[in-house]
């Protein structure tokens, strides 16, 4: 027992504390987890509450985006559809939430596969244009059975995740971490088991290239949009029974536009990265209300001026000045070090040619 905890202390400190960027989400990710039993104050609790959902929804469109290059504006659409599925079921069948919101993202899965549909014979810019009519479409439906959906109003009544803001962030931020490590794990292109993540790579890169080397890239996208569909549609149901409406604007195209910026933010194609910007981007969007006139123009600004000096988002900007690769081995460490942490090799000597 005693030995057990000794490795897993090891394992502990090598593969998370050793490297800048783990250790820092880790405690970042505790300190997410503490606050609230010292902040109890009930705005700053549903603002913690939506930043956790909307990081699983940033999260999957950088599944999606990020990875195999499909820029998807319709991406909201399978945020707003499982959103309706929960609350429809919910207000219909009085179908409790640990049912209705696994059932809304399933009910996402299909509309992300109806939606990859065209992904499949259009490539680049030309599938971005199409997704663009998607939202309008799916909205359109909303409006012509109001009976159904509620039409502008949208459907009221849905019941809440808990009796309390403070359960329900620590219902929300657990499934939060919970989602984004699997799609961490899901799209790392190191995975000796999983290797999801260096096909949609291939496939991001050079599509008849990766079909030239044997990728199935019909059946990886399809996977992808299926798995970013699921994880918006979690997204999307704990959404519905936190704010307890289930509305168009879940549909609309301007909000299908938050998880682009989040992640562009952030840092497309490392899941991290849509976490990061969005756990920024969204707390600092709600403190801004402070000054409603100018809030927008302020939230622009930054986000122009962060890509100006950051074009690949923070997390990049963050991993090339505190992390350092070993050419012999290929193990991250400290950029501090002169060797690696593992077999010895200088890490600087390539920088060093450079130089000379």
């Known amino acids: 027992m005693f030995t057990r905890i000794i490795l897993l202390y090891r394992g502990f400190k090598e593969d998370i504390i050793a490297i800048p960027t783990r250790a820092i989400l880790f405690f970042g990710a505790v300190i997410l987890a503490i606050i609230p039993l010292f902040i109890r104050d009930p705005y700053i609790l549903s603002t913690l509450t939506y930043t956790a959902i909307f990081a699983i929804f940033a999260a999957s469109w950088d599944m999606l985006g990020g990875y195999t290059g499909v820029v998807s504006l319709a991406h909201g659409v399978m945020f707003g559809i499982a959103a309706y599925t929960s609350a429809l079921l919910n207000i219909n069948l009085a179908l409790p939430p640990w049912v209705t919101i ?24 030309y599938f971005t244009l199409i997704s663009i009519a998607i939202p309008y479409i799916v909205t359109g439906i909303v409006y012509a059975f109001p009976e159904f959906t509620g039409g502008e109003l949208g459907k009221s009544g849905v019941c809440s995740l808990a009796n309390s803001k403070l359960e329900q962030y620590y219902i929300v931020y657990p499934i939060m971490v919970l989602c984004c490590l699997i799609m961490w794990k899901v799209t790392d292109s190191r995975s000796a088991i999983i290797r999801l993540g260096i096909k949609l790579k291939a496939i991001r890169e050079d599509e008849i290239a990766a079909r030239a080397v044997g990728v199935n890239t019909v059946r990886q996208k399809l996977t992808a949009f299926a798995i970013s569909g699921f994880f918006a549609g979690m997204a999307g149901g704990l959404y519905v029974h936190v704010i307890r409406v289930a509305g168009p604007s879940t549909l609309e195209l301007m909000f299908a536009f938050n998880p682009l910026i989040w992640t562009v933010f952030g840092g497309i194609g490392t899941i991290i990265g849509p976490i990061l910007g969005t756990y920024i981007l969204y707390p600092t969007l709600e403190f801004l209300r402070i000054v409603p006139e100018i809030r927008m123009l302020i939230f622009a600004v930054l986000i122009v001026m962060i890509l100006y000096f950051m074009p690949e988002g923070l997390i990049e900007w963050f991993r090339d000045k505190a992390e350092e690769i070993c050419p012999r081995c290929k193990l991250v ?19 060093l040619k450079c130089i000379k």
């Open 102 to 125: 696994p059932i809304g993202a399933i009910a996402a899965v299909i509309a992300g596969l109806i939606i990859a549909i065209p992904a499949l014979r259009v490539r680049g810019m």
């Open 333 to 351: 460490n400290v950029a501090s070090r002169k060797t690696c942490r593992a077999c010895g090799a200088d890490l600087h000597l390539e920088r």
